[in-house]
């Protein structure tokens, strides 16, 4: 009887924890965008607020930005603009690294968009990861014929960054979302 309670109480858990910290994550998520202009819209419309609003106005200034940076004046004010980031010392960097790690997933020039096995030397394991970079020899003379490969950490958003011979590097015929969801689980997903 203690076994078949201990299994549903098991169950029960498998069922209700990543259920709930779905609900958790959308609910959070959803709190914070709707929040970004939401609070000023509230006091500005009061009772009439529904929540969500925020979120729309939100999706639509960003659209919007894109339109304008894409077809009008603006374009050269967002170039100012990153002119005068450009130029900051620790600003510039900042910037730099945000901007193309955004690009990196959502612009043209996608990273992330091939799935490596690389093999360790002299080792018979090998590392799931993603080409970052095809060309790091600008780096070092030594590195030409090397590739960046960003190898995600397991539970986590952060990882590492390999440059490997490329004699070493495997390309996968896999979805980045895949090998994705198979790094980021430890395996456990996508086997």
């Known amino acids: 009887m203690w076994r078949s309670l201990l299994k549903f109480f098991v169950n ?16 959070q998520s959803f ?5 970004l ?7 500005k419309i009061g009772d009439v607020y529904v929540p969500g609003f925020g ?8 659209t919007l930005v894109g339109w304008l940076t894409t077809y009008w004046f603006s374009a050269q004010l967002i170039g100012i603009v990153e002119s005068i980031l ?9 910037y730099k690294v945000i901007r193309e790690t955004i690009e990196s997933f959502v612009g043209e020039k996608k990273s992330f968009s091939k799935v490596a096995l690389v093999t360790l030397p002299n080792n018979p394991m090998k590392m799931l990861g993603f080409i970052t970079s095809e060309n790091v ?3 070092s003379d ?3 014929d090397h590739i960046a490969i960003y190898v995600p950490q397991t ?23 895949e090998a994705m969801r198979f790094i980021l689980s430890g395996g456990v997903s996508g086997s």
């Open 12 to 27: 029960g858990i498998l069922t209700i924890v990543p259920i709930g910290l779905v609900i958790y994550v959308v609910v």
């Open 31 to 35: 709190q914070f965008l709707d929040s």
């Open 37 to 43: 202009l939401g609070n000023s819209l509230r006091e």
């Open 55 to 62: 979120i729309l106005l939100t999706l639509v200034l960003i």
């Open 86 to 94: 450009q130029r900051i010392p620790f600003v510039k960097t900042l």
């Open 137 to 139: 020899g600008k780096l």
């Open 142 to 144: 030594d590195l030409v």
């Open 155 to 177: 539970f986590q958003v952060a990882g590492v960054t390999f440059l490997v011979p490329k004699e070493h590097v495997e390309i996968l015929d896999v979805s980045p979302e």
